[in-house]
């Protein structure tokens, strides 16, 4: 796996077993059993709705956030593909701030992708580096250098997934507005650890193999399948959660893309043409819940037991000068609360091409 392919990226849309497309105000909260249904007229997305943890679905009212149209019941299907928000209302709590997104596509919606050994709950466990970056960046290419001298060693190889997210400038051809870091270049490891560099690339691999070991030397908490379609320029993926522990999760997913070309400045007087080519372009980092991009919430999933959601990208071959669909890759990353904040327990590298599924020690 090349350097550039050990990340995977982003904007897509989801689907869930269990509070998986939440919506809050106060104590008053509505969810959905999907986010992404087919647009037959058919297939069909129920809501629910809680105050308090009582539910109270059969007295609140439902509406399509865009006109305030109400919703007959509490399900919604519909015969035109498009993104429909939907706010719910029970006396005087609503939603109107932090509408549901609900995603209708033309096109079958895929399945979890076939799970190889449904009673295993032995993952892989991975680590997923995060890259704050820019072309306009002139410290960068020390950052960039570090990461390919650690990325040369095969066993980094196996234990880490790599996104280079490019919010620096809008003016670098694999720009992306957020997320972003206070400062640049930036690493971290996991959402969790920071990461320098310096001018002693080797030296500072061999820290940075140390830091993603101690990572992933722990269980993986979950394993991460996926499963993906491409319909055009339509790409969709559903990704499946399975708990090795008990506990609350979080998914997100960014899209990624590789070969970008973009002129990298260099105030180290260290890039050579091969620093004008970068991998793991986030172009889609759909992740962002609440004020985090640490994923969307799965609900409690039980050991052994399940989650799902569907994300939906649509690819823009010519902003993004994308010439072969092969460079398209997209990390699914899973996250779960450390006190105040969020960490990646896992991470999995896709292709778009065929599934991926849960891969086991």
């Not at 029970?90 to 509408?99: A, I, L, N």
């Not at 609350?248 to 997913?253: H, R, S």
């Not at 699914?332 to 091409?353: L, S």
Request: proline share 4%; hydrophobic share 40%.
């Amino acid at each position: 796996m090349k350097f550039a392919s050990l990340l995977l990226m982003s904007a897509v849309v989801l689907l869930s077993c269990e509070k998986e497309n939440v919506s809050l105000d106060a104590g008053f909260y509505i969810s959905a059993n999907k986010n992404v249904i087919q647009s037959n007229g058919v297939d069909v997305v129920t809501f629910s709705a809680i105050l308090d943890g009582k539910d109270v679905t059969a007295e609140t009212d439902f509406y399509f956030a865009s006109d305030m149209t109400p919703i007959s019941g509490n399900t919604l299907s519909v015969t035109a593909p498009g993104i429909y928000k939907v706010i719910g209302s029970y006396g005087t709590f609503d939603t109107t701030k932090d509408p549901l997104t609900i995603t209708a596509i033309d096109m079958a919606v895929p399945a979890a992708a076939a799970d190889p050994s449904v009673q295993n709950t032995s993952f892989v466990h991975r680590a997923f580096l995060n890259q704050y970056t820019g072309t306009g960046c002139g410290y960068c290419p020390g950052m960039i250098r570090a990461l390919r001298a650690a990325f040369e060693d095969a066993e980094m190889q196996e234990m880490a997934v790599h996104a280079a997210v490019h919010s620096y400038s809008a003016g670098d051809p694999a720009y992306i507005s957020g997320p972003k870091a206070s400062g640049y270049p930036y690493l971290e490891i996991d959402m969790a650890l920071s990461f320098s560099y310096d001018l002693d690339p080797d030296g500072k691999a061999g820290v940075l193999k140390t830091a993603v070991s101690e990572r992933v030397a722990a269980p993986a908490k979950v394993g991460i399948s996926a499963n993906p379609v491409l319909n055009d320029d339509i790409l969709v993926v559903t990704v499946e959660v399975k708990a090795a522990e008990t506990g609350e999760y979080n998914l997100g997913v960014w899209f990624m893309q590789d070969n970008v070309y973009g002129q990298q400045t260099d105030y180290l007087g260290i890039a050579d043409n091969s620093y004008n080519y970068h991998e793991n372009c986030v172009r889609s980092a759909d992740s962002r819940f609440g004020n985090t991009y640490a994923g969307y919430p799965l609900g409690e999933i039980k050991a052994g037991k399940t989650a799902l959601r569907t994300f939906v990208l649509n690819i823009d071959k010519e902003t993004w000068k994308l010439k072969e669909m092969s460079n398209l890759h997209f990390a699914a990353f899973v996250t779960a609360k450390n006190g105040r904040n969020y960490q990646v327990v896992n991470v999995v590298d896709c292709p778009i091409d065929q599934p991926t599924p849960y891969e086991y020690k």
